[in-house]
């Protein structure tokens, strides 16, 4: 069975809103640096398209807004992404799982600290993911 890559994004948007929110409120500054990773990283991943020809990467900041303005717990977003995980881990490669953690790395040290929930949360994707 082939993943869906605009699944894929979707569930890195609520992956990066995971760790963003898990401190509490989502700054400014990992906002931005979401965007940059999704312009350096992301769009070189995969070329993936919609129908309307958006490249699927920058579902992962659609979900991500999204998600931000519905205020849901963290915890309902990374478990979301879990359960992606466990459904479509026999298709994600090593590189696309390092670029998965490098993306949530970037994210949580945006602003130069990483919480204790950030760093929780690091720890159990790089379990998760065997990295």
């Not at 991943?45 to 699927?56: A, K, R, V, Y």
């Not at 929930?117 to 990295?131: C, F």
Request: net charge negative; with cysteine.
């Amino acid at each position: 069975m082939e993943m869906d890559y605009n699944d894929f994004y979707v569930s890195l948007g609520r992956l990066y809103y995971a760790i963003s929110k898990s401190d509490e409120r989502i700054q400014k500054v990992e906002i931005t640096e979401l965007q940059k990773y999704i312009s350096e990283e992301l769009l070189n991943l995969d070329s993936s398209q919609d129908e309307f020809g958006t490249n699927n990467a920058y579902y992962t900041e659609f979900e991500f807004e999204s998600l931000c303005d519905s205020k849901i717990p963290y915890r309902e977003a990374y478990e979301a992404f879990v359960q992606f995980y466990e459904i479509n881990k026999k298709q994600l490669t090593k590189k696309i799982k390092q670029a998965i953690y490098k993306g949530c790395e970037q994210i949580a040290t945006a602003n130069n600290a990483i919480s204790a929930n950030e760093a929780q949360l690091l720890a159990e994707l790089k379990s998760l993911m065997s990295l």
